[in-house]
């Protein structure tokens, strides 16, 4: 068998030459559709609000793949007409994505083109928390916290809320530290804005903000907010607590234990 | 045994498997005969030893991009300006400002370089330039701006010559300025040296560059290609040698 054979090989009576051709014409297409989002979001910058170059670039993108990978069927022999005529695209995906392998396998390619999910990213689908290890073409796998690995077919990846703790550079994290009321609570917020100047991962920007958040039964709560990068973001979060509380006792502010005052009739 | 010594106590360069510098609060000794070696090194009150078995080989101290430490968390330096620049359309600029230096310590032999320990003296910090959802995390450093040449202590920062032209056609404000550290192209000699260049191409869009050659200064480790040679290939040279500050430059 030479590699002239192997090209005119037939998988499911299309030519291997013709599926080559078809899977190239998709890697051009995402190229160029990428191009053309990169200089939209330059080329109109500056011109209109972010929100609408982001929508505007998206939607380029998308329209482009979508219109490539039609026109691009023709390569391996599927005629858009001949489709319609069968009852049009959209009847045969919902045909296909009812059985249950299909189904995973489609939210599998939709995964790995919407992206919502990466390789090492903190997640939560679910109840389930921690880091992707793996998406495969039907299932997608998550190594919790605790070191149990769950799978999870693409079909309910794709359709579930997902929360995605490492899409964005920073995080933000929140304390809530009582003090007395007999404390000054400027001194108690320029103590905390010292300690977190010093840490290098409390991010200079986006600032962090302290304020008194309320006025409670034994306490007055100071609100701390914090920005850090999200791939420290834990450690940061599980350091600093401790450092604020020792910080205000060596400067003589207390965190209070719960307290009541009584008044006793004469 | 003491390599370096002499009037000017230099840190930089090129050592033996022998060496003991100190300078600035700063101590860097490799002791030992035979094979075994220990590396001690302090830096304020941090101290750090280490093991080293080697026949032949060299300890290369040169600086590093700014990004290795407490751990590498990002790849882009900030540096703001302590005054706003404004330029006019058309205007190209010389100025130089300073940029916080890392200290790596290499090993090396004909084959291959190693990175050993990297330290600072400065104080670490990181910002994020652009919004929270998109935006880059980053070494943050602030600057004054010089016509000239300014003095620094080589263990503390390092000299930036920037170029800035003024593409657009209106004038802009310049605040802070961002580079991608993974085409940070550093040189020394008494100290370490940058040269850049910014190009504003839009109201609040601009691009920086390093340059790939400095007259009379040695060329600093590449750290990400000190890391990436033995998988044989070049990060540096994968990417783009140009960042886009997308974001502005207030």
Known sequence: MTIWDIFKYKIAGIEVEAILKFIGAILIIVIIAKIVR????????????????????????????????????SIIGISLSGLLVAGGILGIVIGFASQTVVSNFLSGIFLIIERPIGIGDAIKIEDVEGIVEEIKILSTTI???DGVYARFPNEKVFTSKIYNYYSSPVRRFEYKIGIR??????????????????HPFVLK???????????????????????????????????????????????????????????MAK | MAINSGRQIKMFGVYGL????????????????????????????????????????????????PVNLPIHASNHLMIEFDKSIFVEPGVEEKI???????????????????PLDIFTKTKLKYTLYGRPEDGFVCRWWRSEIYKEIPNVDELYEGIMELKIKNSYSEWTEINKIVFNTLTMKIFYKNHAYCSANLEIIKKSMGKTSFNEKVEGMNEAIDLYLAKSRKLGISLAKEIGREFFMERGFK
């Open chain 2, 18 to 65: 022998n060496l003991n510098i100190e300078k600035g609060g700063v101590k860097i000794e490799v002791s030992g005969g035979g094979r075994e070696k220990n590396y001690f090194r302090k830096a304020g009150d941090e101290v750090i030893e280490k093991k080293i078995y080697a026949n032949n080989g060299e300890i290369i101290i040169s600086p590093v991009p």
């Open chain 1, 181 to 198: 009321y007999s404390d000054d609570a400027n001194k108690a917020i320029e103590i905390i804005k010292r300690v977190l100047d010093e």
């Open chain 1, 143 to 145: 190594r919790t916290w």
């Open chain 2, 96 to 114: 130089f400002i300073k940029f916080p230096v890392e200290i790596g310590v290499f090993l090396s032999d004909e084959k291959d370089i190693e």
């Open chain 1, 205 to 263: 920007e986006p600032a962090p903000v302290i304020f008194v958040d309320e006025l409670g039964e034994s306490s007055v709560n100071l609100s701390v907010r914090i920005w850090a990068p999200s791939n420290v973001w834990f450690s940061v979060k599980t350091e600093m607590l401790w450092k604020l509380k020792v910080a205000l006792e060596k400067e003589g502010i207390q965190v209070p234990f719960p307290q009541r005052v009584i008044w």
């Open chain 1, 38 to 73: 990169t200089n939209i979001r330059r080329g109109l910058k500056d011109k209109l609000p972010d929100p609408t170059v982001k929508n505007i670039e998206r939607f380029s993108y998308y329209v482009i793949i979508i219109i490539g990978f039609i026109a691009s069927l």
